[in-house]
Structure formats: structure tokens, C-alpha cells
């Protein structure tokens, strides 16, 4: 025997035989028309992602704009619907000073409504965005609508339209300036 013959090299070596390795699982291969209906599903989902969005983008067209308006606008409106309450003392005057303390958070950051007249009142000594006069007016004018409001005060008609001619007074004084200028210009007096 050679000693260069694979036999005999190792003896022990496998056999080819041996040497067969074990069997592979079998491949799934996809069914096409699943693909098929894949696609077909992500076109759909697409189509009605695109329809959904167009519809909200027509909806969100058609809503009319927000129109802001400015604080001592809807303070004089306010006022206004308060002279329907004018044979009413205390609804009146509730509706008067409320008006007045949110124009003055709404105008000037201060904290009206939520504080007693007193409260209010200290916090505004404090601050240079109102005159002096301006304060002690509204000091007296506060101070009535809580005697009406709580200590059951009831005034009289000229009282009343007192009140309400110092909160118009109040709001006319203190509104921005950019917006007296223009309505000085859109209602000229004419001498």
C-alpha cells in the first residue's frame, strides 16, 4: 500500500458517504398574490390618507377668521348690554364692575377678578399704568359696586348712570393710544 494514498493517510477519516451533511428546510416561496393584494392595500390606505386630508384641508378653509378683538371694545360693548340691566341696581352694578376688572386684567395684567376690591385696590397703588385720579375713580367706583353687590345698596337712576359714565370714562382714558388716534380720524368733529 502507498503511504501516500488517501486511505492510508487517515484511516479514521469519514467516508464520503458519512460526509453528507443534514436536509435543509424547504424554502417557503411567497404566494404573488399576496404581494398583489399588499400593494393593493397600501394604494387604498394612500387614496383615503389623501381624500381624509383634503376634505379637513377644505373644512379648515372654510372656517371664517378669528377676529380678535381689542379689550376696550368688548369692555364698551359689555357696557352696553349693561344698560339693559339699568331698572336692575345690583345685576347692573355686578355686570359694570366685572366688565371694568377684567378690561383692566385684560389691558393692564392686573389681577381684578380674582381679588377683593381691597386686594385690588393695594396692588394698584403700586403701579404708575394708571394717573392718580384715574385710581381714586376708580377707588369710589368700586367701592359703590360693592355696596350694592353685598350691602344690598340700592341707588338711584342717576347714581347708576354715574357708575356707568366712569367706567366708559375709565376705558376711554386708558384705552391703547394707536386706537384713539383712529377713531379721532374716522369720526372728525366737525366745529
Not at 376711554?172 to 394707536?178: I, Q, Y
Request: a negative charge; proline letters at 9%.
Amino acid at each position: 500500500m502507498n503511504s501516500n494514498s488517501p486511505a492510508s493517510i487517515n484511516s479514521s477519516a469519514p467516508t464520503s458517504a458519512n460526509d453528507i451533511r443534514g436536509l435543509k428546510p424547504p424554502i417557503d416561496i411567497p404566494n404573488p398574490w399576496l404581494w398583489v393584494w399588499a400593494g393593493l392595500a397600501v394604494v387604498a390606505l394612500v387614496v383615503i390618507l389623501y381624500y381624509a386630508w383634503s376634505y379637513f384641508q377644505k373644512k379648515a378653509l372654510k372656517l371664517p377668521p378669528l377676529v380678535i378683538i381689542p379689550p376696550h371694545e368688548r369692555a364698551r360693548q359689555k357696557l352696553q348690554e349693561a344698560l339693559a340691566l339699568f331698572s336692575q341696581p345690583r345685576p347692573f352694578c355686578i355686570l359694570v364692575s366685572d366688565t371694568i376688572r377684567v378690561y383692566l386684567e385684560e389691558r393692564f395684567n392686573f389681577h381684578a377678578p380674582e381679588r377683593t376690591t381691597e386686594e385690588f385696590l393695594h396692588e394698584l397703588k403700586a403701579t404708575n399704568l394708571l394717573l392718580p385720579d384715574q385710581k381714586e375713580s376708580l377707588g369710589e367706583f368700586l367701592s359703590v359696586c360693592d355696596m350694592v353687590k353685598f350691602a344690598r345698596y340700592e341707588p338711584g337712576q342717576p347714581e347708576l348712570q354715574a357708575l356707568h359714565e366712569s367706567a366708559m370714562r375709565l376705558i376711554d382714558e386708558t384705552e391703547p393710544a394707536a386706537t384713539t388716534e383712529t377713531r379721532a380720524t374716522a369720526n372728525p368733529v366737525t366745529a
